[in-house]
């Protein structure tokens, strides 16, 4: 007999195995964790084609101060990244491509003093990176693309972001089934190459892989993820799925991001990924500091 909505999530939540409680955290994470609201993870494309802002940042100045004016409005952590991975047209670009954007920026903003993360799915790319000082590895394809980037997180004793992502779309599958069993690879690969639990974050992966409903349902039941017992990740920003709902431009999305990593953080993320810092961190405090009156 088919399984209710409800059975089959708590089949999904059951079969879930926790890491182990001895894995301490890292202590990048840990600074991070520790916060009293989600720590906010600001974006930084030095791309020509993110969906977002590609362009606007390719130049090394440009980038440089819009670093440096999400650290003054209060980011946590820069996110930066030199290939777009937008799920819909963005071009491939080589391991000496994706550096080169790179060279100019990443360093000066590693000496801006907040741990940055380095969003590449090459491996060769994240070893540089984290030899050059960034501080996370933040893989779209959650360690099963790049043959070799477990072993180089691990070398490197880095937190990793484990994001999910499918090579298609499809409509007629559970997608939280699907993010766990993707997830449970994901973390025996890093557990085989030596990445303790408690340097992984989980990010459900909104908008990559999925349909724009599949997207709105993770954050739904974004709360199931809780089970791996591991810090997540949502990055909610200005994604498509927000003009499912309203017809609008990725440059109109901010009122439907806030919506969406408010409900996120309700649900138990950890950490909120956008590219507006100042007007979601204020969002953030001020939804915090009314429910404390609770």
């Given amino acids: 007999m088919p399984g209710t909505a409800q059975s089959d999530r708590m089949t999904a939540a059951s079969s879930i195995s926790r890491p182990p409680a001895n894995d301490a955290c890292h202590p990048v994470l840990h600074a991070l964790l520790t916060q009293p609201s989600p720590a906010v993870m600001g974006v930084l494309n ?9 362009g606007q940042f390719i130049a090394p100045n440009r980038a440089l101060a819009q670093a440096s004016r999400m650290v003054a409005e209060g980011a946590d952590i820069i996110d930066v990244g030199a290939e777009s991975t937008r799920p819909y047209g963005s071009q491939p670009v080589s391991p000496d491509e994706e550096m080169s954007r790179l060279k100019p920026v990443l360093a000066a903003t590693i000496a801006l003093g907040i741990p940055v993360s380095i969003d590449s799915m090459k491996s060769s ?82 908008g990559f892989g999925k349909t724009q409903e599949q997207s709105m349902i993770a ?35 901010l009122g439907g991001s806030i919506a ?35």
Avoid: Y
């Fill in 46 to 54: 030095i791309t020509p084609d993110s969906f977002s802002d590609g």
């Fill in 125 to 206: 790319v994240v070893d540089w990176a984290l030899g050059l000082g960034a501080a996370i590895a933040n893989d779209v394809w959650g360690l099963q693309r790049d043959p070799n980037m477990a072993r180089v997180v691990a070398a490197h004793n880095a937190p990793v972001i484990v994001m999910h992502n499918r090579d298609q779309v499809d409509a007629g599958i559970d997608i939280m089934q699907d993010m766990a069993a993707f997830f449970a690879r994901s973390l025996a690969m890093a557990a085989k190459a030596g990445i303790p639990s408690g340097h992984v974050v989980l990010d459900p992966g909104i």
């Fill in 219 to 253: 954050l739904a039941r974004l709360g199931e993820l809780q089970a791996f017992g591991l810090p997540v990740l949502v990055g909610a920003s200005r994604k498509r799925f927000i003009s499912m709902v309203v017809p609008s431009e990725p440059e109109e999305r």
């Fill in 260 to 294: 969406a990593h408010l409900i996120a953080a309700r649900a138990g993320a950890n950490i909120i990924r956008t590219h507006d810092v100042a007007e979601t961190l204020q969002a953030l405090r001020v939804a915090q500091a009314i429910e404390a009156k609770g």
